[in-house]
C-alpha cells in the first residue's frame, strides 16, 4: 500500500531541498527501488538519492552516517521486523487506503509499534489510493479515532501516478499539476513531521 511510493517521493523532496538521501530497499525479493532508481538514472532526473538493495536491517543500518537521511523502504509484508525497523527511525510512515481492509491493518500495525514502545509522535499515518473526499475524510477520521496522527491531504487514487513512477520519476513530479499539488501536501506534511 504505497510504502515504496511514499519512500521515493519523501527522498526525492528532501534531497531537492539539499539534504543528501539515501534510500535503503529492505525488500530483497521485489527490489522495486533499485528498478526504479536505474530507470530514473536512466531518464536523466535529479536530483536522484542513492537507492541500495539490503538483506537486513543491520545492513542498511550500517550506512547510517553516510547521509543526511536514511529513507527506509519496509517489505512488502509487516511482520516481526516491522518493529525492528520502526525502532531504528525517527519517524515511521504507514500508509492507508480508504476500505476497512486496509485501514484495520494499517491501525494494527501502529497498534503494534506502540505496543513495542515507539511513542505515538513518532508514528504518522498517510493516505492513498483514496478515491472520493467523503472516503479521505472517513479514513482520517478512523486513524485518528485509534489514536494516531495523519498527514494532511491524500493521494488520490490515480493511473497518472503509477505512470510517472514507471519513468522513473516521484508522484511529487507527475505533469498534472492538481495531483501534483496533492503529492507535495502530503509529503511536505510528512518532512514536517519529521524531529529536527
Ligand atoms: N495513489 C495511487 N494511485 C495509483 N496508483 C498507486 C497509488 N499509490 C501507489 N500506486 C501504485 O500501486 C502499486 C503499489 O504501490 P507501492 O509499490 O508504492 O506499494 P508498496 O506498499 O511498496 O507495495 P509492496 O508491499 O509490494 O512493497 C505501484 O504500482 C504504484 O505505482
Ligand atoms: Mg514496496
Given at each position: 500500500?504505497?510504502?515504496?511510493?511514499?519512500?521515493?517521493?519523501?527522498?526525492?523532496?528532501?534531497?531537492?531541498s539539499g539534504l543528501s538521501v539515501r534510500v535503503a530497499d529492505l525488500d530483497v525479493l521485489q527490489g522495486s527501488q533499485v528498478d526504479w532508481h536505474r530507470d530514473r538514472l536512466g531518464a536523466g532526473l535529479s536530483p536522484t538519492p542513492a537507492v541500495q538493495l539490503h538483506p537486513s536491517l543491520e545492513d542498511a543500518l550500517a550506512h547510517i552516517g553516510e547521509a543526511d537521511v536514511l529513507v527506509l523502504d519496509g517489505p512488502a509484508r509487516a511482520d516481526k521486523e516491522t518493529v525492528a525497523i520502526a525502532k531504528a527511525c525517527d519517524l515511521v510512515v504507514v500508509p492507508a487506503g480508504a476500505s476497512l481492509d486496509d485501514l484495520r491493518p494499517a491501525v494494527r500495525v501502529a497498534h503494534s509499534?506502540?505496543?513495542?514502545?515507539?511513542?505515538?509522535?513518532?508514528?504518522?499515518?498517510?493516505?492513498?489510493?483514496?478515491?472520493?473526499?467523503?472516503?479521505?475524510?472517513?479514513?482520517?477520521t478512523f486513524i485518528v479515532e485509534a489514536g494516531y496522527r495523519v498527514a494532511s491531504g491524500y493521494l488520490p487514487e490515480r493511473a497518472s501516478y503509477r505512470v510517472a513512477q514507471n519513468s522513473g520519476r516521484a508522484v511529487t513530479e507527475v505533469s498534472a499539476?492538481?495531483?501534483?499539488?496533492?503529492?507535495?501536501?502530503?509529503?511536505?506534511?510528512?518532512?514536517?513531521?519529521?524531529p529536527e
Open positions: 500500500m504505497s510504502k515504496s511510493t511514499l519512500s521515493r517521493a519523501i527522498a526525492v523532496e528532501l534531497a531537492r509499534l506502540t505496543k513495542a514502545g515507539i511513542p505515538g509522535d513518532r508514528i504518522i499515518c498517510a493516505l492513498s489510493r483514496i478515491s472520493t473526499e467523503a472516503e479521505a475524510e472517513a479514513a482520517r499539476p492538481t495531483l501534483r499539488i496533492a503529492a507535495e501536501k502530503v509529503v511536505q506534511s510528512l518532512i514536517d513531521a519529521l
